[in-house]
């Protein structure tokens, strides 16, 4: 079973709205990502968690926050978005993090977000 | 600075024929490199990868070669299939200087026509 998990599939939220994407899976895989991918554009990274603990973040603004619960749960908690943050939001897990060996991420179908 | 290319944005091949995706990069540091298959309003799915130790990974119709010296990889599909038609990416990584990150290249609409 090599699925992802991604809830909600489509969001539309207003500027001024708080809201929540979830991601999760079940392979015991103990790193999780989070990417934003704009049409016609490769994924972008925002963050890494590697065995639970947050190892990378791209620079990513504020008004997008990371958590992981547990092992098997990512959230993006999303506030005060801009209409151009409307994108494809999607998750991937690997086996571990890449420090440890070279191992593919898998993904998940993603989150269409549109801010207005 | 994009260290992963994919020169060619779109790709048209007849049924039974054979696919060829090339993917060029400039960072001498990668050393795994992956192909993903992405349907619109999906998410990417993983295709197969290859060590920067190997010069060739074959799994069933698919098979990606890999140049270190010219920073070169192909992905090639034999025989292509209507099915196969989606945007595939190339991506890369570095374990020892960039961890868990993957840098994709811009992508190639494949095209498989009956």
């Known amino acids: 079973d090599t699925e992802v998990t991604q809830t909600p599939k489509h969001l539309v939220m207003g500027m001024t709205n708080k809201k929540s994407l979830k991601c999760e899976q079940h392979?015991?895989?103990?790193?999780m990502y989070w990417y934003k991918q704009k049409a016609k554009k490769p994924p972008e990274l925002m963050f890494v968690y590697s065995y639970e603990k947050l190892s990378i973040n791209e620079s990513v603004p504020s008004r997008f926050s990371p958590e992981c619960p547990n092992s098997s749960l990512l959230n993006l908690h999303l506030h005060a978005l801009q209409p151009e943050d409307s994108a494809l939001y999607l998750c991937?897990?690997?086996?571990?993090?890449?420090?440890?060996?070279?191992?593919?991420?898998?993904f998940g179908p993603g989150t269409r977000l549109t801010v207005t | 600075d994009q260290q992963v290319k994919q020169n060619s944005p779109s790709l048209s091949v007849q049924e039974g024929r054979i696919s060829i995706l090339n993917c060029d990069y400039t960072?001498?540091?990668?050393?795994?490199f992956l192909w993903y298959k992405k349907y619109p309003a999906e998410g990417p799915t993983f295709l197969i990868s290859?060590?920067?130790?190997?010069d060739k990974n074959e799994d069933g119709r698919f098979t990606v070669f890999l140049n270190k010296s010219a920073k070169h990889l192909s992905l090639h599909i034999v025989p292509s299939q209507p099915g196969d038609s989606a945007v595939y990416f190339c991506a890369a990584s570095a374990m020892v200087t960039s961890g868990s990150r993957l840098t994709f290249g811009e992508g190639t609409q494949l095209t498989v026509n009956p």
């Open positions: 290859i060590s920067s130790i190997k």
């Open positions: 392979m015991g895989h103990r790193a």
């Open positions: 960072n001498s540091m990668f050393d795994y």
């Open positions: 991937a897990s690997s086996p571990k993090p890449h420090r440890d060996s070279n191992y593919e991420q898998y």
